[in-house]
């Protein structure tokens, strides 16, 4: 079954929610959360890796000059350097 | 910035220092690139000598019109640095075109030291000069950074 389930998870590209699966129902098995929040719960961590593998491809692809980590914007770093305003 | 009503979309932008370099330009309108990325935007960082150089290559195989669509299809594309280039008169045609194609679809940025009077000495085609300004500055928002350099000796 479980075999079957990861082999499913691979064909429709589901790669988080096949990460994930053998831990969460293991959890589920203790906790026994609903049908549909175990699920939902599922269906959002792979919707949310999607986000982060689609942002890291479009940030390969834009070629930037710097490798800037996704949380600092150059911007800021930009305007540290300069001098404070003159009083 | 966080919404596809982004004010610089799909309007150019021209970030400009007057004489001299260093003043952030690149590191501000890259700023401006990452935040289009981060909220969902195709775009492209290209230095002016890497662009002119592949539209000449690709002069070579006939494949200028697959570059420009590649191009022209990008939300936001960042050209660093447009200075005194040396360019061929098929480099600028198809410069041209791009920002033809580009023009009030997409959003383009450009960095650049020169004055918007000194751009017929890049481009080397007073007539096409002005028909490309013309363009560029219908819906553009110029931006000129004057202040200390950012790469001058430190302590």
């Given amino acids: 079954m479980t075999e079957e389930?990861?082999?499913?998870?691979?064909?429709?590209r589901l790669h988080k929610i096949a990460e994930i699966i053998e831990g969460e129902l293991a959890a589920a098995g203790t906790t026994s959360p609903s049908y549909s929040d175990l699920l939902a719960r599922l269906l959002r961590a792979e919707w949310l890796d999607q986000q982060e593998r689609r942002l890291q491809s479009r940030f390969k692809h834009a070629h930037l000059p710097e490798q800037w980590d996704f949380g600092v914007v150059p911007l800021q770093a930009a305007t540290r350097r300069l001098p404070p305003p003159d009083p | 910035m966080n919404s596809p009503s982004w004010s610089l979309f799909?309007?150019?932008?021209?970030?400009?220092?007057?004489?001299?370099?260093?003043?952030?330009?690149?590191?501000?309108?890259?700023?401006?690139?990452?935040?289009a990325l981060q909220n969902g935007y195709r775009g492209l960082f290209i230095r002016a000598q890497d662009l002119f150089d592949e539209m000449y290559a690709?002069?070579?195989?006939r494949a200028s019109r697959k570059l420009i669509r590649r191009?022209?299809?990008?939300?936001?594309?960042?050209?660093d640095e447009v200075g005194y280039l040396n360019l061929r008169p098929e480099q600028t045609n198809i410069f041209f075109k791009l920002m033809e194609e580009r023009c009030r679809r997409k959003a383009t940025l450009i960095t650049t030291n020169l004055e918007y009077d000194q751009w017929?000495?890049?481009?080397?085609?007073?007539?096409?000069?002005?028909?490309?300004?013309?363009?560029?500055?219908?819906?553009c928002q110029t931006i000129r950074i004057n202040g200390p350099s950012?790469?001058?000796?430190?302590?």
């Fill in chain 1, 5 to 12: 389930i990861q082999q499913l998870l691979k064909n429709l």
């Fill in chain 2, 10 to 35: 799909p309007r150019p932008s021209i970030w400009s220092s007057s004489v001299q370099p260093e003043f952030g330009k690149t590191g501000l309108a890259s700023g401006l690139l990452l935040k």
């Fill in chain 2, 58 to 61: 690709s002069l070579a195989d």
């Fill in chain 2, 71 to 79: 191009w022209a299809r990008l939300d936001c594309l960042l050209i």
């Fill in chain 2, 120 to 139: 017929a000495r890049l481009l080397g085609n007073k007539d096409l000069t002005e028909a490309l300004l013309s363009r560029l500055r219908h819906q």
């Fill in chain 2, 150 to 155: 950012l790469r001058e000796p430190q302590g």
